[in-house]
């Protein structure tokens, strides 16, 4: 999304969020040691045009992207400060199109405090999920105030796998 976004001529940031696992940051900016990013903006050490890094999706277009940041923080307070919200309010106005990357809303307590400052949540959904865990996902969107504006179905088997997956 966030590349296409970009391609499309928009101004894109993407911000690692994932506390816990910042697999975005890893994959985007092939780090494995942390990187100034988010939770360094929130702690005021750096401005946030400071701790974005450029992602090259070809050689005419990029995007911004947030790490996660190499400040400890207490995951559980870390989105209700001042800090997150100020962050959040220059990227949205500084960008066109922010993502944020964020774990499970039903596995992180802190992913329903920052999806408060979401206007919408793309749920990503795992191949083989259960029914009755994805309605309980969507039902506490509803009482966030934050719509599902779609969903990405993920790990689907390739062809010849899902071949396996069919009735006789």
Known sequence: TAMAAARA???????DADLG?????????????PVRGL????AKAIPLSRATANFAVSDSVHLDVLGRGTQHVNFADFFHSTGAGELLETARADY?????DAPPVLQEAYTS????????????????S???LLEEEVQRLGLIGTPAAGYVYNRAP???EAARYKSP
């Not at 001529?9 to 911000?15: E, N, Q, T």
């Not at 696992?21 to 040691?33: H, S």
């Not at 939770?39 to 929130?42: F, H, I, K, N, Y």
Request: proline share 4%; hydrophobic share 55%; charged share 20%.
């Open 9 to 15: 001529g928009s101004r894109v940031l993407v911000i």
């Open 130 to 132: 259960r029914t009755a």
């Open 158 to 160: 390739l062809r010849s």
């Open 96 to 100: 066109d199109l922010v993502l944020i």
């Open 39 to 42: 939770t360094d903006v929130v």
């Open 113 to 128: 405090t920052l999806m408060g400052y979401a206007d919408g949540v793309i749920v990503v959904v795992p191949h083989g």
């Open 21 to 33: 696992r910042p697999a975005l940051t890893r994959l985007m900016l092939r780090a494995l040691a």
